[in-house]
């Protein structure tokens, strides 16, 4: 029970990102006294301060009086069911210390501080910002800025006029709630107020529109049909040729269904990979750690000094301590590295097509092949390669990607569910137009390239790909 603190702290490391590790790395230094990052530039003062190897003996058996109760790193190797090599050196962690880490390492804090984004105007203060320039009265005004604040995201109202009055709590009339409706409608961008999809197309038309009056129609009696390709229904209903609506539907392409869309705000994934993957001049794949965010730490020589002088027991023990937090600190770093490198390397081991031929070469995998290849359980190589990225000759990869099911061909050959999809895709990309082809037809093709699938599932992957069914892929 007194190692479980300590263990979910092990589970944590093994489990986060590049830049969340960092982070924790960061707090770390921050709250422990005897943790520092190692400067290479120092590297000879800290060897003159570092006890000599008598003393150094006689601290590590102090420190047993604790590592003998909790025994940390035999658990932590049972934890994580694998038999890595820990590093002989038990108060540094990394390898040897590039001679410029530490002002790489604290420049690329700087790079990430100074391209951090400013955070971007809102919808609703761009529209506010152009509603205060109209000259209206108060009661107007107020009914105004609490109509915009409840547009949605998207810029469209959030229910029914009367329920919008009826929620605002105070009385006014419809005349008036539909006039100020009617100025916030023109305000940009162009769409915003509507109260469905149709009146915020029919917005967006002006005088200069081409084909108003032919998109004018279309969006108010025959967006159904629109949606489902009928055409030729549309044909008999307007009375307009298949070329008029096509040249229509082609304007209307250019109209913004969702016109608060750019206002909101997009949290950008900052993928940083983990570990990379390179060709060895004897033709292997090998993996190997990305350490650029990660720096060495060690345990303070003036600390392990301190402690040597015999200081009083309450010293000595928050000492202790201190230096068995940073202990278990820099071996969860080492062993969340091992273990990354090992699991990464046995991927890449199964994935050698996929480097060579690209992601249409990508091979079934199970987590559980990975875990028997390492050595470890199955749920220590879903935390290594959870949110890891692995840079590749191919581009950049989360290393979940590498992972999935598939089937077998009819000559035999295991094939990804992945592959099956691209080749899906191509298929489709190829058909004739005029003719697309039917679930069932896409049955029949892929299974000229070997793939023996059912309907349903040809209809399960074309759905979740977003390929529309082929009567909305027909061309007119």
Not at 141 to 165: A, C, K, S, Y
Not at 174 to 187: F, N, R, T
Not at 391 to 411: M, W
Request: proline share 5%; glycine share 6%.
């Amino acid at each position: 029970m007194k190692l479980a603190p300590q263990m979910i702290q092990s589970m944590e490391i093994l489990q986060m990102s590049v830049m969340a590790l960092q982070e924790k790395i960061d707090q770390e230094l921050e709250e422990n006294v005897v943790l520092e990052a190692v400067d290479p530039k120092q590297q000879d003062a800290y060897e003159e301060e570092t006890p000599t190897a008598s003393a150094s003996t006689e601290i590590e058996q102090q420190e047993m009086v604790v590592d003998n109760d909790h025994n940390n790193e035999a658990d932590f190797e049972r934890l994580l069911e694998l038999s890595a090599e820990w590093p002989e050196d038990n108060f540094t962690s990394g390898g040897k210390p590039s001679a410029n880490r530490i002002d790489e390492y604290s420049d690329r804090q700087h790079d990430l501080i100074g391209n951090l984004e400013a955070h971007p105007q809102s919808l609703q203060d761009y529209l506010l910002e152009q509603f205060h320039f109209y000259e209206i009265d108060p009661e107007e005004r107020d009914f105004g800025e609490f109509l915009i604040q409840n547009l949605d995201e998207q810029g469209r109202m959030q229910g029914t006029l009367p329920e919008i009055v009826q929620v605002y709590g105070v009385e006014i009339s419809q005349e008036v709630a539909e006039c100020v409706l009617g100025l916030i409608q023109k305000l940009d961008p162009p769409g915003v107020g509507a109260r469905n999809l149709q009146e915020c197309l029919l917005l967006q038309l002006t005088d200069e529109t081409p084909m108003k009056e032919a998109l004018a129609t279309l969006i108010s009696n025959h967006l159904e049909d629109i949606s489902q390709n009928r055409l030729p229904l549309i044909e008999r209903k307007t009375g307009y040729s298949i070329e008029t609506i096509k040249q229509a539907l082609e304007q209307m392409r250019h109209l913004d269904p969702y016109p608060g869309q750019r206002f909101i705000l997009q949290a950008s994934q900052n993928v940083t990979p983990d570990v990379r993957v390179k060709e060895g001049e004897d033709g292997n794949w090998t993996v190997e750690l990305i350490n650029d965010y990660t720096p060495e730490l060690r345990i303070s020589g003036r600390y392990l000094k301190m402690l040597q002088g015999n200081p009083d027991e309450k010293t000595k023990e928050y000492i202790r301590k201190k230096i068995e937090s940073a202990k278990w600190l820099i071996d969860s770093i080492e062993q969340r590295q091992a273990t990354l490198r090992k699991v990464a390397q046995a991927i890449v081991n199964h994935q050698n097509e996929f480097l060579e031929r690209g992601p249409e070469s990508i091979v079934p995998l199970k987590m559980q092949q990975v875990a028997d290849d390492v050595g470890v359980h199955v749920t220590t190589v879903s935390r290594a390669v959870d949110g890891k990225w692995i840079e590749t000759p191919r581009g950049l990869f989360a290393l979940r990607q590498f992972f999935g099911g598939g089937t077998t061909t009819v000559d035999g050959a295991e094939v990804s569910w992945k592959k099956i999809r691209l080749k899906l895709q191509e298929v489709i990309d190829n058909e004739n137009k005029q003719k697309p082809l039917s679930d069932k037809a896409l049955v029949d093709e892929m299974d000229k390239f070997g793939y023996t699938l059912a309907r349903r599932t040809i209809t399960k992957y074309r759905e979740a790909m977003g390929i529309p069914s082929s009567r909305q892929r027909k061309a007119y």
